[in-house]
Every structure is written in structure tokens, then in C-alpha cells.
């Protein structure tokens, strides 16, 4: 995606110390950069606040990281809100959070009109309360036609859920006679999951310092550059991603080459 580099120098301006624009190429940003967000109830509790605090300060982060990552001209932000694990969360935390979703994605909607973003979803959405599924529909709806960034929420998401989901439907293909057991590639396979269409991220950031993937992109993540950092999810800003990006392009990717 092309950079408004005006744009891009006035949202970077008053750079700290450790880190500024001129550290970054702009002419090697990454296409697709995802990011696990963690760290919200531990913002809260070490504050002494309710853990639904810490989600609703990292509503801000989220919204900062999609304006920073149109400033910056990435193609793709994808963003993990919500595993299939997290139904085992307490059922208060689990309605707050559906709650949070639909009026945040409601909030939202005029800085993707603004910026041009069209909304992509992934997950087993259908399981999701009905008032959030509605809200999500919408937000696809109205954002279908923007042609800038795609930001890409993974709900209800559980990647060894997509693998096995993408498998039963090409078993189904074959069975059907649809498709031969030897048509199925790489490119076939990637076909049938949720980021079909998109490319895989180049970059994965995950905050709170954890050190795991948490049953996300599996598939999608095989030459992905990680970036760890012990930044709580709410107190992720924009010179994190700067200073995520900076790492990113001190690398050197070779894919299994030499």
C-alpha cells in the first residue's frame, strides 16, 4: 500500500530517544504484519483495577496500531481477539468481552471509512452471541468495497480448528469428485482456510512477552518473522511498532535458503 509520507512524518513527530522514523526503510515494510494481544488483565490487575479495565484500555491500543499501520502502508493487519479457548474464561469476562467487540466495532466504523480500511473476519463466527455476529456482519457490509488495508480480526479462532475445517472441506471436494487426492498442493490447502486470499504475515508481534503461539496461524506462520516483547498489550503504542519493525528489517530472510 503506498505511503503518505506527509502523513506518516507528522504521526511520527516527537519521536523518544531510542527510536525515530529515520531508523526504518520505508521501501521494505512489511506486507502483513499480525500481532497476538496480550496483557490486558495484567495491565489492569498490577493498576489494582478489574481485569475488564485492561480490556478496555487495549480498545485503544487496537485502534492506534490500525491508524499506525495504514500510516505506514502495510497491506494487511491481522489482530488475535479471541481463541476458542477463551469460552473457558469466567462467563462475566466472556460477556464483557462480546459486549466490548460489537460496540467497539460500531466506534470504529468511522476511522475505517476515514482510512479506507476493509474489515476481514476470521473464526467460527456463527457461534458468537447474536448481537455481535450483527454487528460484525455489518461492519463487513460497509467496509466491503474500501480497497485500502485489510485489517483482519481473528474471533472464535482456534488454528488447529481451521486446519481440520479446511481438510474435512476438501475431503468433502474429493468425495464429491470435485477434486483429485493428487490436485492437492500447498496453494489448494491454503485455498480453504479463513486468510485465503491474503498473504502470510511477515511479521508477528506478541506482547506481554509470552513465549508461544497460543494455537494461532499455525500454517500461516511457517517463515514468519517473531517479535517478542515484555510491553503489556494496552501500553502498546506506535513506537512499538517502530521498534518491532526495526527488528523485522535487521533480518535476514531466507526461507530455507542460504
Do not use: C
Not at 475488564?52 to 494487511?76: I, N, P, Q
Not at 499455525?218 to 527488528?247: N, V
Request: glycine share 6%; no cysteine.
Amino acid at each position: 500500500m503506498q505511503i503518505d509520507k506527509q502523513k506518516l512524518i507528522a504521526y511520527y513527530a516527537d519521536a523518544p530517544e531510542d527510536i525515530s522514523l529515520d531508523d526504518i526503510d520505508l521501501d521494505s515494510i512489511p506486507r502483513h504484519v499480525s500481532i497476538i494481544m496480550d496483557g490486558n488483565g495484567r495491565w489492569a490487575t498490577r493498576r489494582g483495577l478489574d481485569r475488564a479495565k485492561g480490556h478496555v484500555a487495549g480498545v485503544d491500543s487496537l485502534r492506534e496500531a490500525v491508524t499506525t499501520s495504514v500510516r505506514l502502508g502495510f497491506d494487511v493487519l491481522s489482530a488475535y481477539a479471541f481463541s476458542t479457548e477463551k469460552w473457558k474464561r469466567p462467563k462475566l469476562e466472556v460477556d464483557l468481552l462480546m459486549s466490548l467487540f460489537a460496540k467497539t466495532l460500531i466506534a470504529e466504523l468511522p476511522l475505517f471509512h476515514q482510512e479506507n480500511v476493509r474489515l476481514q473476519l476470521f473464526g467460527d463466527l456463527e457461534a458468537l452471541p447474536e448481537e455481535t455476529y450483527r454487528v460484525f456482519m455489518r461492519g463487513l457490509e460497509e467496509t466491503a468495497d474500501h480497497d485500502g488495508m485489510t485489517f483482519a480480526l481473528a474471533v472464535n479462532y482456534g488454528s488447529r480448528a481451521e486446519i481440520v475445517r479446511a481438510a474435512a472441506q476438501i475431503a468433502r471436494e474429493v468425495q464429491a469428485g470435485m477434486l483429485s487426492p493428487d490436485d492437492i498442493t500447498q496453494d489448494v490447502f491454503s485455498s480453504h482456510l479463513y486468510t485465503a486470499g491474503l498473504p502470510d504475515p511477515d511479521l508477528l508481534i506478541r506482547t506481554s512477552g509470552e513465549l508461544r503461539l497460543s494455537n494461532y496461524f499455525l500454517y500461516q506462520l511457517a517463515y514468519t518473522e517473531l517479535y517478542i516483547t515484555d510491553t503489556l498489550w494496552p501500553d502498546f503504542t506506535r513506537w512499538e511498532m517502530l521498534r518491532a519493525i526495526r527488528s523485522f528489517q535487521g533480518r535476514s530472510r531466507r526461507f530455507g535458503g542460504v
